[in-house]
């Protein structure tokens, strides 16, 4: 079946413009993380959604991060105000609800922002 | 606060050469390590995890409280092992829950 989906896949904008990506989960995935990666870094985590629970929004940098997520379904990451330091692979993830599996995280192919 | 540690950003072997890639963790709490691994223009994926105690594509990791670590071994490398491995450790004791990454290690497998 379909894997996490994210798009767009490569993004530039300029300093100062706000900037929304996009994560379609695998369906019936109840949980959903959003990582990002900068160039020669491990991946950070930034937020993550359970079923009706509160988000998790511990890593989210600043402020000017925020997510959203719709149901079970798709998840939007913005970012206001975009910086030159918000450059990253931003990666989205989806994990199922079987008890046995939960652990696990598929990943999307990530968004490629670039803040010039 | 959770550290997941790679100490090798590089690392290279011959075919056929046994191979371990280095993780050292810290947490306070119970640990849930996996490798996760990147092939060239693939997602990332999960390897494997500690609980399942399996050897996937030939790789094994043992959690190892004492000494905090899950290196990831390989008896017998192949070239198509070349890849970026992460290590990462799952916390807060839920079946769900955020991945705190190591930096990765670059394998290259030499024919």
């Keep these: 079946g379909a894997g996490v989906s994210q798009s767009p896949s490569n993004k530039v904008t300029e300093k100062g413009k706000d900037v929304e990506l996009r994560c379609d989960p695998i369906s019936g995935h109840t949980a959903l993380y959003w990582y990002r990666q900068r160039l020669g870094q491990g991946l950070e985590f ?53 008890e046995s599996q939960r652990d696990i995280q598929y990943f999307g192919a990530g968004t490629r922002l670039s803040v010039l | ?45 999960l390897l494997l995890r500690h609980i ?17 670590s899950f290196h990831l071994k390989k008896p017998f490398a192949q070239e198509e092992d070349s890849a970026m491995y992460y290590c990462a450790l799952k916390t807060g004791g839920t079946s769900y829950g955020k991945l705190t990454f190591g930096q990765g290690t670059i394998l290259t497998v030499h024919p």
């Design chain 1, 46 to 98: 930034l937020i993550y959604f359970q079923g009706n629970s509160a988000p998790d929004k511990s890593g989210l940098p600043s402020d000017r991060f925020s997510a959203e997520r719709t149901g079970e379904s798709v998840s939007t990451l913005t970012i206001q105000r975009t910086q030159q330091e918000d450059s990253a692979v931003y990666l989205c993830a989806s994990s199922p609800w079987m």
């Design chain 2, 52 to 68: 399942s105690r399996e050897s996937i594509k030939g790789f094994t990791a043992d959690l190892n409280k004492g000494e905090t």
């Design chain 2, 1 to 45: 606060a959770q550290r997941v540690t790679q100490p090798e950003k590089l690392l290279s072997v011959f075919k056929g050469a046994p191979v371990e890639l280095k993780c050292n963790y810290s947490y306070s709490g119970s640990p849930e390590l996996f490798w996760y691994v990147q092939y060239s223009r693939q997602r990332l994926q």
